[in-house]
């Protein structure tokens, strides 16, 4: 991969939680890539877990060679979120930084577009847990803009990769700890990923869209052995 990076010089000390805008699956290689330290990288289970194919299977592979990653289940059902947002929260406990894509989805066209509030869940909840995680905003630009988003091997491209400044979010974890209703809450959780989001979308000179991609219903989710089971017998 032809990487160029951005502002990386001044990164400051871990456990950091990254987060990224998300233009194909060539993102989950080259950010890691570039970074001066490990992290593990948030991923759909889908993408971690499936096998059904030669070629599932061989990316199957080369994610588990290339990366160390925390799968996450969104649609199997809040027992299986929580499960996923946890691992990412022990992860930092233990010291450990992490990749994360609130946008949840390829964004497809040339945008960043709103972002969901998974990794300020995983922020304040390591916050609770004693360890305070810098949230670092992570740009990505692709020249040509990617045409094939599945491809997971390196392209005829040229990618930058830009560590934004971290993101103060100290308020608004203090009023999610103080928050009583639910909209509070969601405000607080909003808060810094839309920071974020903006921040990267002004790095990259990206248009903002304000307003989330729209995941596709999944009717079967993957276990960690292959197996593709009905989200409705869970």
Same mark, same amino acid.
């Given at each position: 991969?032809?990487?160029?990076?951005?502002?990386?010089?001044?990164?400051?000390?871990?456990?950091?939680?990254?987060?990224?805008?998300?233009?194909?699956?060539?993102?989950?290689?080259?950010?890691?890539a570039?970074?001066?330290?490990?992290?593990?990288?948030?991923?759909?289970?889908?993408?971690?877990?499936?096998?059904?194919?030669?070629?599932?299977?061989?990316?199957?592979?080369?994610?588990?060679?290339?990366?160390?990653? !925390?799968?996450?289940?969104?649609?199997?059902?809040?027992?299986? #979120?929580? =499960?996923?947002?946890? %691992? @990412?929260? $022990? &992860?930092l406990?233990?010291?450990?930084?992490?990749?994360?894509?609130?946008?949840?989805?390829?964004?497809?066209?040339?945008?960043?577009?709103?972002?969901?509030?998974?990794?300020?869940?995983?922020?304040?909840?390591?916050?609770?847990?004693?360890?305070?995680?810098?949230?670092l905003?992570?740009?990505?630009?692709?020249?040509?803009?990617?045409?094939?988003?599945?491809?997971?091997?390196?392209?005829?491209?040229?990618?930058?990769?830009?560590?934004?400044?971290?993101?103060?979010?100290?308020?608004?974890?203090?009023?999610?700890? !103080?928050?009583?209703d639910?909209?509070?809450?969601?405000?607080? #959780?909003? =808060?810094p990923?839309? %920071? @974020?989001m $903006? &921040?990267?979308?002004?790095?990259?000179?990206?248009?903002?869209?304000?307003?989330?991609?729209?995941?596709?219903?999944?009717?079967?989710?993957?276990?960690?052995?292959?197996?593709?089971?009905?989200?409705?017998?869970?």
């Amino acid at each position: 991969m032809a990487i160029t990076t951005h502002g990386l010089d001044n990164m400051p000390e871990g456990p950091n939680v990254f987060v990224a805008n998300h233009a194909c699956m060539r993102d989950i290689f080259a950010i890691p890539a570039s970074l001066p330290e490990d992290c593990d990288v948030v991923i759909s289970s889908r993408l971690a877990y499936k096998n059904s194919s030669v070629d599932t299977a061989v990316r199957r592979l080369v994610i588990e060679n290339a990366l160390h990653t !925390i799968p996450l289940e969104v649609h199997g059902g809040k027992e299986y #979120l929580k =499960a996923g947002l946890e %691992m @990412a929260r $022990r &992860a930092l406990l233990d010291g450990r930084s992490l990749l994360i894509f609130p946008e949840g989805a390829y964004t497809g066209d040339a945008q960043v577009t709103k972002g969901r509030t998974g990794a300020s869940r995983i922020l304040f909840g390591a916050s609770i847990g004693g360890v305070k995680p810098n949230l670092l905003p992570v740009g990505i630009h692709y020249k040509p803009w990617p045409t094939d988003l599945d491809a997971y091997t390196p392209q005829d491209e040229q990618i930058h990769v830009t560590l934004c400044d971290p993101i103060d979010y100290r308020a608004a974890h203090q009023n999610y700890a !103080i928050s009583t209703d639910h909209e509070s809450r969601r405000r607080a #959780l909003r =808060a810094p990923i839309d %920071m @974020a989001m $903006r &921040a990267i979308a002004e790095a990259t000179d990206l248009p903002y869209i304000d307003r989330p991609i729209e995941l596709w219903p999944r009717k079967t989710m993957i276990l960690e052995s292959g197996e593709e089971v009905p989200i409705s017998d869970r």
